[in-house]
């Protein structure tokens, strides 16, 4: 039996997409080829294909498919004589949309086809998930970030899909990010409001643009205080937990470091004046940009600690406030929920 052009075509691309497999993914199962005839339901005697007819709905289904579009114009020939591999692209492609997990089911490619302008046969091969591609991505991105207190969060808001229409306070946040990231400044902000405001999620979005800025190559560490105090907490009792160790690493390490949630710690005098103000100091002495979001102001927040401290050393609240103002640069934004038409 004579091997068709297209059959040729088919085995040489797949054995190239199967090599792409290899080096990106590791324990990935690979079909023989001798086996690729059977695995890709391709019925070599094409002939006995023409006589075979395909309802007109069917033909039309397929060949107004976007999936199809880069093949140029599809002919009734064309779907007729490839129907089996073009409805299993037609399956593949809305199992993995409708599959509610983040894992591609068919181990991240695809059964894809296009169409060679030299030969004008459709060529068969493997593409590349599109939710493989995003797990690649964040594995890549997840490197420039040293802590995350929400780790669970897989995939961050992204400012490019964040609505424009927001408050007139939260683009003033982003407007003062931008110009501390772009202008490598040494500085954070410091911003307030009341609880479900959005500081957090604004904090994930500028994580998200510093993580995956391929040219500047910044880390970040988000750090959530009441995990910070916890993670101390739990190190007292578990000596060989490394939580902690890699906490006070990425704090001391992060180009940009965000403290989330000031103010919601339960600690005691000890953390204030031992843990925290080291900290602080340690951002001041190496020039780096330190962010801070709370529901409480400055003086709301230190006389918080005063609280906290049972008013044991009175000094320790104002030293600390000393320090998150020279490391915002005096920079404090009141986040608020008031929407507004245009800027």
């Not at 792409?20 to 590791?26: A, L, R």
């Not at 880069?70 to 599959?99: P, Y």
């Not at 939260?170 to 307030?192: A, Q």
Request: charged share 30%.
């Amino acid at each position: 039996m004579m091997v068709k052009k297209e059959f040729l075509w088919l085995i040489w691309n797949c054995n190239i997409m199967r090599e792409v497999k290899k080096s990106k993914i590791e324990k990935i199962t690979d079909t023989d080829l001798k086996n690729l005839h059977q695995e890709l339901g391709i019925n070599s005697d094409v002939n006995s294909l023409k006589n075979v007819s395909f309802p007109k709905s069917f033909l039309n289904g397929i060949k107004n498919n976007e999936l199809f579009k880069n093949c140029g114009k599809l002919s009734d020939t064309d779907v007729s004589l490839n129907a089996v591999q073009l409805q299993r692209i037609v399956n593949e492609e809305e199992e993995c949309k409708l599959s509610s997990s983040d894992v591609c089911p068919f181990n991240g490619y695809h059964f894809a086809v296009d169409r060679d302008k030299e030969t004008n046969f459709l060529v068969f091969y493997y593409r590349i998930c599109k939710k493989l591609e995003t797990q690649v991505l964040y594995r890549e991105n997840q490197k420039n970030f040293l802590y995350n207190s929400y780790a669970l969060l897989k995939q961050f808001p992204s400012l490019k899909n964040e609505n424009i229409q927001t408050s007139i306070s939260k683009n003033n946040f982003l407007k003062e990010f931008m110009d501390i990231y772009r202008n490598d400044l040494n500085y954070g902000i410091y911003t307030y409001g009341v609880q479900g405001v959005g500081k957090t999620h604004f904090f994930k979005l500028v994580c998200n643009k510093i993580i995956t800025e391929k040219k500047k190559q910044r880390t970040a560490a988000l750090i959530s205080m009441v995990d910070l105090v916890e993670t101390l907490k739990n190190s007292f009792s578990d000596k060989n937990n490394p939580k902690y160790e890699k906490i006070i690493q990425a704090i001391n390490r992060a180009d940009f470091l965000f403290f989330d949630d000031l103010g919601a710690e339960f600690a005691t005098d000890w953390f204030y004046s031992n843990i925290f103000l080291n900290i602080l100091d340690n951002r001041l002495s190496t020039n780096k940009a330190t962010f801070f979001n709370s529901n409480l102001n400055f003086k709301e927040y230190e006389e918080k600690i005063l609280k906290s401290c049972k008013n044991k050393d009175p000094h320790i609240a104002k030293r600390i406030i000393v320090r998150i103002k020279r490391l915002v640069n005096n920079k404090v934004i009141e986040m608020k929920d008031k929407k507004f038409s245009s800027l």
